[in-house]
């Protein structure tokens, strides 16, 4: 299990290097490495060993691992040393699934210092385990400082949503984005039709993916006992590579409603403003 977790990826990996470092604590001197460690291709001088056939579909994108991880290794001969050390990411940036947003890239930090989940249309579901134990683990755990909700303009889930596509089992959960919808209706409706509407119900998703964040019981707790924590929306750009921040701060439990109210109202001015 913690093989995996070398690899260097910042998704959602339960089983970090601070887990690993209490195990170890556990283990009898000498006994530290062994249970971990186990046989497989990912450890060690065997990582390097790559049996993929040149014809496998996939050959490519392993030869391209490889010349990153030489690369990263030339750059910084500490660098996946440091990883396997520690992860202590200061925030969780809860994003959309879409392949053209990569969460590490944007706000150009490495990986070990940002926490990542991302499903369609970056939507916070009460009884969405998923979510829901990586949020926990994140502040119960890494204690991160800061949650980012990042929505981005043009996203596929918020238009489908918007459009009432039918495209079968996701429309289950593109209902949750139909919900928001369906609450600010009258005045999504006096916005044009077409990419200015789906921008505006991008926006407010992430507004109310933040308030969801903010009521789950994780957040009540860590607010309870005093934590250092808050809970911010953005949207990102697809066209330009731009995070806008919607201006959605939310610190403390008291201010959930105002901090939604004024970021919707912003929202819908900006459309005053240009018309
Ligand atoms: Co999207």
Not at 22 to 34: D, F, Q, T
Request: with cysteine; proline share 5%; glycine share 6%.
């Amino acid at each position: 299990m913690a093989r995996n977790c070398r690899t260097a990826h910042g998704d959602a990996c339960l089983i970090d290097s601070r887990a690993t470092w209490v195990i170890m604590r556990l283990l009898p001197a000498g006994r530290a490495s062994a249970p971990l460690a186990g046989p497989g291709p990912a450890t060690g001088q065997a990582a390097h060993r790559n049996p993929m056939k040149p014809s496998h579909p996939l050959a490519s994108l392993i030869a391209n691992n490889r010349e990153w991880s030489e690369k990263r290794r030339t750059a910084d001969p500490e660098f996946f040393t440091r990883l396997t050390r520690l992860q202590a990411p200061e925030y969780l940036w809860i994003g959309c699934a879409d392949s053209r947003v990569p969460a590490n890239e944007i706000v150009d930090l490495a990986p070990g210092e940002l926490f990542v989940h991302r499903n369609v249309a970056n939507v916070v579901v009460h009884t969405d385990l998923n979510c829901l134990s990586v949020l926990q683990y994140a502040v119960d755990v890494l204690k991160v400082k800061h949650v980012m909700v990042v929505g981005h303009y043009g996203c596929g889930g918020v238009a489908a949503a918007l459009n009432n596509l039918k495209l079968g089992l996701i429309n289950n959960w593109l209902r949750h984005v139909q919900d928001v919808s369906q609450k600010h209706a009258t005045l999504l409706g006096k916005v044009r039709q077409g990419a200015p509407r789906v921008d505006r119900l991008c926006e407010l998703n992430v507004i109310e993916q933040v308030v969801n964040v903010c009521q789950t019981t994780v957040m009540e707790s860590a607010w309870e006992r005093g934590q250092d924590i808050t809970v911010h929306g953005w949207i990102y750009g697809l066209n330009n590579g731009l995070v806008r921040d919607l201006d959605i701060d939310v610190a403390d439990p008291g201010i959930i409603e105002s901090a939604r109210d004024r970021a919707v109202n912003a929202v819908f001015a900006q459309d005053t403003m240009q018309a």
